[in-house]
């Protein structure tokens, strides 16, 4: 037995089959309308929509519970107008030297490149930082176990609760991201994991014709 306390499990709820399926199936035809937005309206949206959506990533699971993340949230233009004149040097070099024949291949779908206007447009910008330790009151560190992975997992419900609430979402991963920590005054303790860029799609956006993969291509069903 653990001798650290618990408390009764009251949150679960059960739900007949029959709502199971309809209750699965209803998030599924929901979540399968999410797509990637480059093009962004300058309407606001009011923060405590990103208040509750950031509470709920919070809610992730994590490496021994320590949730190892720090989301910074900006709207402010001053600094959005530094993110993306960083971004775009970072981008200028991948898209004219980093980036390999094939790489480059690979976006050409999506219509990508070295152009970022959606980190000014758009009225979020979260910047999502992974904590490889955190600090106790008293100084001492404290490891942090299975940060990216974590990290990852808490991205994930942010994005998808940003859908719940009627915004769109850009996953931009300049590389390297190392001026965030500058721009944004994080510790060099904390490595940037991506920036998520929010907000209404702008009427005239447009997204790539792609389709996702069908099941079987993509789960296998292991029953022996």
Do not use: C
């Amino acid at each position: 037995m653990s001798n650290y306390p618990t408390i009764p499990l009251q949150q679960y709820r059960e739900y007949p089959l029959v709502e199971m399926r309809q209750r699965l199936n209803d998030f599924y035809e929901d979540i399968n309308r999410r797509r990637t937005v480059r093009d962004f309206s300058d309407r606001p949206v009011p923060r405590d929509l990103i208040e509750t959506a950031l509470k709920a990533a919070n809610t992730a699971p994590s490496g021994a519970n320590l949730q190892p993340w720090h989301f910074a949230v900006v709207s402010g233009p001053k600094t959005k107008r530094k993110i993306r004149e960083a971004a775009e040097v970072e981008e200028r070099e991948f898209y004219e030297h980093r980036a390999s024949d094939e790489w480059l291949s690979a976006l050409a779908p999506l219509g990508t490149d070295e152009h970022k206007p959606f980190l000014e447009t758009a009225p979020y910008l979260i910047a999502v930082f992974l904590q490889k330790f955190g600090e106790l009151e008293d100084g001492r560190k404290v490891k942090h176990y299975y940060p990216a992975e974590s990290t990852g997992l808490a991205t994930g419900i942010l994005i998808t609760a940003l859908h719940q609430a009627g915004l769109a979402t850009l996953t931009h991963t300049p590389s390297p991201m190392k001026f965030l920590n500058e721009i944004l005054g994080r510790p060099k303790s904390e490595r940037p994991f991506l920036l998520l860029v929010t907000g209404y799609p702008d009427e005239s956006a447009r997204v790539p014709d792609i389709q996702r993969k069908p099941l079987e291509e993509f789960a296998s069903f292991i029953e022996d």
